[in-house]
């Protein structure tokens, strides 16, 4: 008879292009010296041996199972992970997250207090200030109208079981032309047509470097691009029309209003507002073949 004790968690590291905040993420997980069962795969899509030595520092230290697969896209390695894991409860830091000592222990108090099969925390950078985005002070249950500042995929701890129905869209996500909100669209299905517990608490917290960047340098121009193609795509693919177009004359209200203030800004924004409509160009074409 086998009495193995069935794994309580699978942490789930899809990752490309970086090694060094790979390693660190690895050793905030061994610091933190958890009273659970769990594991760790590493869905390694950079196609080389980038990893191998780091992997090789922690095998002895941490239950790691690493994957190289050959595919690219944040979705569809995060849909490829959940598949394999053997964990009842599934975790998906970014890649250059940091995991606290209280950061699990936290999450799993709040799914037994109140009963849940979803709950979402906040990234904080090293001064403790929100990361990622602004999030809500105050701990609550998500519905599709209050969802905003609840959630960030990174900080989920949920049920493996919600993947058996409701997976990433792989069209959407970092490695794809639409290159944000798959988060959304997850988290927005969910609430619609589900009947999960999805619970919000800052208590939950990760590291995540800061992300809430000036306006108007490349890296930001090249963010904005990406991330407004996803929007873009979500608002097609939900008939969120009232949303798009409010966006849309916003960015170009501020394109507008910036030229003669701040001319990077005004780029920003002028940026923004063309991912918008190439975006939707490009989504409504992708939901044209697939219907």
């Known amino acids: 008879m086998d009495t193995k004790e069935p794994l309580k968690l699978s942490i789930l590291v899809p990752t490309i292009g970086r090694k060094k905040e790979v390693g660190e993420l690895l050793q905030s997980i061994v610091d933190c010296f958890f009273d659970f069962s769990y594991e760790i795969i590493i869905i390694d899509q950079n196609g080389s041996n980038l990893l191998d030595e780091i992997i090789s520092v922690f095998q002895h230290q941490l239950p790691i199972n690493h994957h190289k ?76 109208d209050n969802m905003i500042g609840g959630f ?7 049920k493996k079981e919600v993947f058996d129905d409701f997976q990433f869209d792989e069209n959407m996500g970092a490695g794809t032309f639409f290159g944000a ?16 517990k999805i619970y919000y608490t800052p208590k939950i917290k990760f590291y995540h470097p800061q992300v809430i960047l000036d306006k108007g ?32 004359i916003l960015t170009k209200i501020a394109t507008f209003l910036f030229l003669l203030k701040n001319k990077n800004v005004a780029e920003y924004y002028r940026v923004e507002a063309m991912a918008l409509q190439i975006g939707k160009i490009f989504a409504k074409k992708l939901n044209h073949v697939q219907k």
Request: charged share 25%; glycine share 6%.
């Open 69 to 144: 697969v050959e595919f690219r896209g944040l979705s569809k390695a995060k849909n490829y992970g959940a598949k394999i894991a053997s964990g009842a409860f599934i975790s998906f830091p970014d890649d250059d997250c940091l995991i606290f000592k209280d950061t699990y222990s936290k999450a799993f108090e709040e799914i037994n207090t109140h009963n849940l099969d979803l709950v979402f925390g906040k990234c904080i950078d090293k001064e403790g200030k929100d990361s990622v985005l602004n999030f809500n002070n105050e701990a609550y249950f998500l519905n599709k």
């Open 152 to 158: 960030v995929e990174a900080t989920v701890v949920c």
């Open 181 to 196: 909100e798959e988060g959304f669209d997850w988290v927005y299905r969910l609430l619609t047509t589900s009947k999960y």
């Open 217 to 248: 340098d490349l890296t930001s121009l090249n963010r904005v691009f990406k991330y407004r193609c996803g929007t873009a795509y979500l608002c097609v693919k939900h008939g969120f029309n009232f949303t798009y177009y409010k966006r849309l």
